[in-house]
């Protein structure tokens, strides 16, 4: 496409590589302006890359970029800065004991006659824009005192106050709730009405759907082109993001749950620095149930899952499992009960990178006697084991048992660890963001066991921050907030606008 007035940016040719890694090939993007333009890709993509060599953070190895059909050439961010481009990054970049105000003029400092730093002015200024754009900041708070929904708001002004005219936002809605997206989904289209263009990276395609104007696909860092979002649909940009028709929605079949197997009563866990994290939590689980907890990270799930899994010792409570008590015992008891964990961290608590797939299958069963005998292990047989896995659970390379984990895609990583702990035949499988960071084929796969998992008869304790994977794998939605449970319904009874008041700590009407 040649160069033109009409587009804000023309990114054209990119190519960019990390060592032997091509992490872009020959990239494409044509932005309109004045539109919200999303970028699709699954993770590890090279959305993120992209952007950052639109803002100057990294150089292209080659293509050229424009600016309203103007070639530009950006080596940082003060250039880019200076071309109306700003980004706000997937982490904020906000000091949390300064204030909204000091935040916003942090390293663009408005001085007064004698070089002072004119704070009055600033706030004045700061105001101005808050007020123009509608945005419900109050520019005195501290930043650690307001919510995340608030903070982006924040980091969005700071890159107006800099005089923005495109917006970067890098995956903005991971950290909202329903209403916090919902709200920002607005500020999208009103900056849009007042001149500015967006472009948004994203790999959820609802909001793309709710959002964008056009949207531009990279398919494992090559450009497979660009969509008029209002002519398509989720189930198109799907299968052009990943090359071959998914199946977005969940099959299964109703629940039949049958006894209790998770009983968890008036559970108290601090975290490290003495603070209360879980407070007084209850929650059934029966088997044959999936219970899906949904909440903003940071509401106790970590806390309730280690104390579960007896990583940390609980203050008080009661976490029965079958009606055993196993409070405060050892992670070695709650694996002899019969409770297998799939861990939000892989690489912490999952995997020994170093160590072969097979070497990975086995751990945690070489007590079982079934590998060897005390300290030796029997590798001919652990090998036999874990070829058979690699089969079942198609973890690919096909044949990779000798392979290091660290040369296998998160995908099948995950792989590896749902089929050790799928091939334990638990009683209660905690799931925690069992799918974070997987591409779509690997998500449906994870939902599938899942299921398949309840179907078999365990209890399931799904903890998610995706409320749409809570509510589609969930036959019980249950809402963490503050480390109680304030909510818990059957599937279907409960909309997620209903759930994201009570995430936020919010009442239901
Ligand atoms: N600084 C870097 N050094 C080496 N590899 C990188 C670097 N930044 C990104 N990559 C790699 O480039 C690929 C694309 O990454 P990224 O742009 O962050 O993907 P996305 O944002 O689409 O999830 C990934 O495989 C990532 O590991
Ligand atoms: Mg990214």
């Known amino acids: 496409m040649e160069a033109s007035p009409e587009y804000a940016v023309q990114m054209h040719g990119i190519v960019k590589t990390f060592g032997a890694f091509t992490a872009l090939d020959h990239v494409d993007l044509d932005v309109k302006k004045q539109t919200v333009h999303a ?127 495109v917006l970067i936002l890098d995956e903005p809605t991971a950290v909202l709730t329903p209403q916090e997206i919902e709200k920002l989904i607005e500020i999208m289209h009103d900056l849009v009405s007042k001149g500015k263009t967006i ?50 929605t969940v099959d299964k079949t109703p629940a039949h749950p049958g006894e209790t197997v998770l009983s968890i009563r008036d559970l108290t866990v601090k975290d490290e620095r003495g603070i209360e994290q879980v407070r007084g939590l209850n929650l059934d689980i029966r088997a044959g149930e999936i219970v899906g907890i949904a909440g903003i990270d940071g509401n106790g799930q970590q806390e309730l899952v280690d104390a579960i899994t007896n990583i940390v010792r609980a203050e008080s409570g009661s976490i029965k499992v079958n009606g055993e008590e196993i409070i405060n015992t050892t992670p070695r008891n709650t694996f002899l009960k019969k409770v297998a964990t799939i861990p939000s961290d892989r690489h912490r608590w999952g995997l020994v990178l ?65 089929a050790r702990m799928v091939t334990s035949v638990p009683n209660l499988l905690i799931a925690f963001q069992p799918t974070r960071g997987l591409d779509v084929g690997a998500i449906e796969f994870v939902h599938k066991t899942l299921i398949a998992e309840r179907d078999r008869g365990a209890a399931i304790l799904l903890i998610s921050f995706e409320l749409d994977e809570v509510m589609d794998v969930s036959d019980t939605i249950a809402v963490i907030y503050h480390g109680q449970i304030t909510g818990t319904f059957a599937q279907g009874t409960v909309d997620e606008n209903q759930l994201g008041l009570l995430m936020a700590g919010g009442e239901m009407r």
């Not at 089969?391 to 392979?403: M, N, T």
């Open 354 to 418: 170093p160590f072969t797939v097979s070497e990975n299958t086995a751990l945690e069963r070489h007590a079982d006697d079934e590998f060897g005998e005390g300290l030796t292990l029997d590798y001919d047989k652990m090998r036999a084991y874990t070829t058979k896995l690699i089969e079942q659970f198609d973890i690919r390379p096909a044949g990779s048992e000798d392979e290091r984990m660290n040369g296998l895609s998160g995908g099948n990583q995950q792989k590896a660890i749902i």
């Open 39 to 165: 970028i699709l890709g699954e993770n590890g993509a090279g959305k993120t890359t992209l952007m950052n060599i639109l803002y100057g953070l990294y150089q292209a190895d080659e293509g050229e970029i424009f600016m309203g059909g103007q070639k530009v050439n950006i080596t940082n961010p003060t250039e880019a800065i200076k071309h109306g481009i700003g980004m706000v990054h997937q982490h904020f970049m906000l000091v949390e004991n300064f204030t909204v105000t000091e935040n916003i003029i942090l390293g663009d400092e408005v001085c007064g006659a004698a070089g002072v730093l004119d704070m009055a002015r600033a706030r004045k200024e700061v105001m101005a824009l808050v007020d123009e754009y509608g945005f419900d900041v109050d520019p005195d708070a501290k930043i650690q005192d307001i919510s995340v929904g608030m903070q982006q708001r924040v980091e969005i002004l700071k890159a107006l106050y800099r005089g923005a005219e």
């Open 199 to 248: 472009i948004i990276i994203t790999h959820k395609l609802k909001e793309i759907m709710q959002s964008a104007d056009e949207c531009s696909i990279i398919r494992r860092g090559v450009y497979m082109g660009t969509v008029d979002v209002h002519q398509s649909n989720e189930t198109e940009l799907a299968s052009k993001m990943v090359g071959r028709n998914v199946n977005l």
